[in-house]
């Protein structure tokens, strides 16, 4: 399966969401995709979910569009938190109406699944929690088994006990059965463990795609005093200085070559790792 960007460009009226996006994934991977709220994770989702057209540019799905492809949407299941108010009818009868209409849906995983996340009762999906539906879509999404299965914010609602059980499911079950899956979150920090890579959208725009490990490698702290802090930042790309009193504290981002780390360490400096909770925020943060 391959997902292909080529100057995408998407209008809501005379907004424009999406400007100019560049980007390929082909590989049965987990991808993180991260962005701050309006960044654009739902509206670039919806295209590779068949939801809509681009306005301009191109989205391609096994370089076909996607939008009204018979063969694509088969191959593309889209989870996101869905309004269940008028839904009668109970989670092990849908998922058996599923499994009549989605090629690569596992209906007896979907049973298992229903059974540990505690959903095989006869109460209708509308009667359920909110915590309970959103668990209710993490079992079609898994259990869809599609080439490309994409988690839109649905676990948001499940309660810690339930998502850590999500995440465990996820895990074992790529393993059993590859595919892309892309997870769109704001539980950066309990979820990155999760991520092969990591596609980061900011202002409707691809900041960067890279693998979880090369991203975070690329992120450091550096404390010590705030003399030594400045002469060994000077010509790095700084996202986040604090101080107090003569101790300061930077982020850089960049790799360091081994003589700047024998530097580092003859000027006492104390260098760390960050996050990438911590590498979002600052990558992101608005330019006071």
Do not use: C, W
């Amino acid at each position: 399966m391959n997902v292909k960007a080529i100057n995408l460009h998407l209008n809501y009226g005379r907004d424009e969401v999406l400007h100019d996006m560049n980007f390929e994934i082909n590989e049965p991977k987990i991808y993180g995709l991260l962005g701050r709220n309006g960044a654009g994770k739902t509206s670039l989702l919806s295209l590779i979910g068949s939801f809509r057209e681009p306005t301009s540019g191109k989205l391609l799905v096994n370089d076909e569009v996607p939008f009204e492809n018979e063969n694509v949407m088969q191959e593309v299941t889209l989870m996101y938190n869905k309004d269940f108010a008028g839904e009668s009818y109970p989670p092990s009868s849908i998922v058996k109406d599923i499994n009549r209409y989605r090629l690569n849906f596992d209906l007896e995983y979907a049973q298992q699944l229903l059974k540990k996340f505690k959903l095989e009762g006869n109460k209708a999906v509308s009667k359920l929690s909110k915590g309970k539906q959103s668990a209710f879509n993490v079992v079609v999404g898994l259990a869809s088994r599609s080439p490309i299965t994409i988690f839109d914010e649905v676990y948001l609602g499940m309660d810690a006990p339930a998502r850590d059980l999500f995440y465990k499911e996820l895990l074992k079950d790529q393993e059993l059965h590859p595919r892309i899956i892309i997870l769109s979150t704001h539980l950066v920090s309990e979820m990155d463990y999760l991520f092969d890579e990591v596609i980061i959208i900011n202002e409707g725009k691809i900041l960067l795609h890279e693998s979880y490990d090369d991203l975070v490698s690329r992120g450091l702290t550096v404390i010590g005093s705030k003399q030594s802090v400045d002469d060994f930042a000077k010509g790095k790309e700084v996202l986040n200085e604090e101080q107090l009193g003569d101790t300061k504290s930077v982020t850089l981002y960049g790799e360091l070559s081994e003589a700047e780390r024998l530097s580092a360490s003859e000027l006492g400096l104390d260098i760390g790792p960050v996050s990438l909770h911590d590498l979002f925020i600052q990558l992101t943060k608005e330019v006071e």
